[in-house]
């Protein structure tokens, strides 16, 4: 047995990127499957491996997990990229949720009607530059580290960094009001790990395109 | 200073049930500071208090958290809710994420246009009988015991009893085919602390109406 993490989910950033980009970061070599079509989906479910008939799917150490942030969490913790206490912990989640949030966002924009796009970009940009990135700034700022919380690598950091690039792909210049957010995201896409998931060739998806988005719509039907 | 945890919230569930929930099923007492008016909601903007500009707010052990799931989490660990280990964690997680999605349809129902609630509730339905209740009777009636994760009493217990009883609030027959779960509903309800949670004159608060709608469309612009 490979002994690798084997992910299952179609072939796009999704919920799963965030998975991708977290085990990239801890240095976890990982195998995926894709879910092509409607069949591919319907017999992952008739199998009994998705407990909410829903993915991504994760099997990972004798475990078929489910649910975005159940998997995060246990890699996170797994691979100590989740602080070295409760309250550091609180921290991480904190910050990771506002992260969450933002992206979730983003994911959902592709799948929106046309008419509603503009005014959604729109409000992604405003959340991301009044409500999100003030937020890590000032965090940075307070306390002058390299890092969010606890002056070490983790999920947080990360999940920052993935947050920041989706973001400057609605708009490139998004950063230019955070100078501290800017210098993070130099510093942490330098990480070998990191700088080596941000080459061509890696795990990494490309943004979401006409393609997938319609691949997506059969698969699950919206 | 009381030390007793404090909750900032409307004077109703919305998000903030689940962490009365999980906070009385702990025996840990708590104070809440209800907001009512929608200056009460700027003023805590403006102060800073509001990590994203967002409640609930659960002032607890010197942190001003935010992010429900952040809130619950930190509760769970810091009161050994949250299992022994990591994969006994991952596997509350994981539960408690499915009961969360259906929570959300709850959550969300008492907003739905008047032409769309027949809809949604056959959709609560659905998912409850068909997508989450099922795995948690299997759960239970594989394992034989009281508790869900561990055999030991768990955030994912208090999560279930929470969705058992608000399901019940819209459709009271819900559980009919699920003999394990009236089982676990009975055994959990009896316990001490959750049976005290369930009395009148506790923190719980009653289902959402129409008067809770109106408050929090008006607090929050919505």
Same mark, same amino acid.
């Given at each position: 047995?490979?002994?690798?993490?084997?992910l299952?989910?179609?072939?796009?950033?999704? *919920?799963?990127?965030?998975? !991708?980009?977290? $085990?990239?970061?801890?240095?976890?070599?990982?195998?995926?499957?894709?879910?092509?079509?409607?069949?591919?989906?319907?017999?992952?479910?008739?199998?009994?491996?998705?407990?909410?008939?829903?993915?991504?799917?994760?099997e990972?150490?004798?475990? *078929?997990?489910?649910?975005?942030?159940?998997?995060? /969490?246990?890699?996170?913790? *797994?691979?100590?990229?989740?602080g070295?206490? $409760?309250?550091? !912990?609180?921290? #991480?989640?904190?910050?990771?949720?506002g992260?969450?949030?933002?992206?979730?966002?983003?994911m959902?924009?592709?799948?929106?009607?046309?008419d509603?796009?503009?005014?959604?970009?729109?409000l992604?940009?405003? !959340?991301?530059?009044? +409500?999100?990135?003030?937020?890590?700034?000032?965090?940075?700022?307070?306390?002058?580290?390299?890092?969010?919380?606890?002056?070490?690598? /983790?999920?947080?950091?990360?999940?920052? $960094?993935?947050?920041?690039?989706?973001?400057?792909?609605?708009?490139?210049? #998004?950063?230019?009001?955070?100078?501290?957010l800017?210098?993070?995201?130099?510093?942490? /896409?330098? #990480?070998?790990?990191?700088? *080596?998931?941000?080459?061509?060739?890696?795990? +990494?998806?490309?943004?979401?395109?006409?393609?997938? #988005?319609?691949?997506? !719509?059969?698969?699950?039907?919206? | 200073?009381?030390?007793?945890?404090?909750?900032?919230?409307?004077?109703g569930?919305?998000?903030?049930?689940?962490?009365?929930?999980?906070?009385?099923?702990?025996?840990?007492?708590?104070?809440?500071?209800?907001?009512?008016?929608?200056?009460?909601?700027?003023?805590?903007?403006?102060?800073?208090?509001?990590?994203?500009?967002?409640?609930?707010?659960?002032?607890?052990?010197?942190? =001003?958290?935010?992010?429900?799931?952040?809130?619950?989490?930190?509760?769970?660990g810091?009161?050994?809710?949250?299992?022994?280990?990591?994969?006994?964690?991952?596997?509350i997680?994981?539960?408690?994420?499915?009961?969360?999605?259906?929570?959300?349809?709850?959550?969300?129902?008492?907003?739905?246009?008047?032409?769309?609630?027949?809809?949604?509730?056959?959709?609560? =339905?659905?998912?409850?009988?068909?997508?989450?209740?099922?795995?948690?009777?299997?759960?239970?009636?594989?394992?034989?015991?009281?508790?869900?994760?561990?055999?030991?009493?768990?955030?994912?217990?208090?999560?279930?009893?929470?969705?058992?009883?608000?399901?019940?609030?819209?459709?009271?027959?819900v559980?009919?085919?699920?003999?394990?779960?009236?089982?676990?509903?009975?055994?959990?309800?009896?316990?001490?602390?959750? =049976?005290?949670?369930?009395?009148?004159?506790?923190?719980?608060?009653?289902?959402?109406?129409?008067?809770?709608?109106?408050?929090?469309?008006?607090?929050? =612009?919505?």
């Amino acid at each position: 047995m490979a002994g690798k993490p084997k992910l299952h989910y179609t072939n796009g950033r999704g *919920k799963m990127e965030s998975i !991708r980009w977290l $085990l990239a970061a801890a240095g976890v070599e990982f195998e995926e499957e894709f879910i092509e079509t409607k069949e591919d989906l319907e017999k992952l479910r008739n199998d009994g491996s998705l407990l909410f008939q829903q993915v991504p799917m994760v099997e990972m150490d004798g475990m *078929k997990m489910v649910q975005t942030r159940a998997i995060l /969490s246990y890699i996170a913790a *797994k691979y100590n990229l989740y602080g070295k206490d $409760l309250k550091e !912990r609180a921290w #991480i989640d904190m910050y990771v949720e506002g992260t969450t949030d933002l992206m979730g966002m983003i994911m959902h924009l592709p799948f929106q009607p046309a008419d509603v796009k503009e005014k959604n970009l729109a409000l992604i940009i405003e !959340r991301a530059t009044t +409500r999100y990135f003030p937020v890590y700034e000032k965090a940075l700022k307070d306390h002058g580290h390299d890092y969010l919380v606890g002056n070490k690598l /983790s999920w947080a950091d990360i999940h920052l $960094l993935e947050a920041i690039l989706m973001a400057e792909e609605c708009k490139p210049d #998004i950063l230019s009001a955070f100078p501290l957010l800017q210098a993070f995201k130099g510093r942490t /896409s330098n #990480i070998p790990t990191i700088k *080596k998931f941000l080459q061509p060739g890696s795990q +990494r998806k490309p943004p979401t395109d006409e393609k997938s #988005i319609a691949v997506v !719509r059969k698969i699950f039907n919206i | 200073m009381s030390g007793k945890p404090r909750l900032t919230y409307c004077n109703g569930r919305g998000r903030m049930e689940s962490v009365r929930w999980l906070l009385a099923a702990a025996g840990v007492e708590f104070e809440e500071n209800f907001l009512e008016t929608e200056e009460q909601y700027k003023k805590l903007i403006k102060d800073g208090v509001l990590m994203f500009q967002q409640v609930p707010l659960v002032e607890i052990d010197g942190m =001003k958290m935010v992010q429900t799931r952040a809130i619950l989490s930190y509760i769970a660990g810091k009161y050994n809710l949250y299992g022994k280990d990591l994969k006994e964690r991952a596997l509350i997680d994981m539960y408690v994420e499915g009961i969360t999605d259906l929570m959300k349809m709850i959550l969300m129902f008492p907003f739905s246009p008047p032409e769309a609630k027949e809809k949604n509730l056959d959709s609560i =339905k659905e998912r409850a009988t068909n997508r989450y209740f099922p795995v948690f009777e299997k759960v239970l009636k594989q394992h034989g015991q009281d508790f869900l994760v561990g055999n030991k009493f768990s955030w994912a217990d208090v999560q279930l009893i929470e969705a058992i009883l608000a399901v019940e609030d819209n459709i009271p027959a819900v559980l009919s085919g699920f003999p394990q779960l009236q089982a676990f509903k009975i055994r959990m309800s009896n316990m001490p602390t959750i =049976k005290k949670f369930l009395q009148p004159g506790s923190p719980r608060k009653p289902p959402p109406d129409e008067r809770y709608v109106e408050t929090v469309l008006k607090i929050f =612009k919505i």
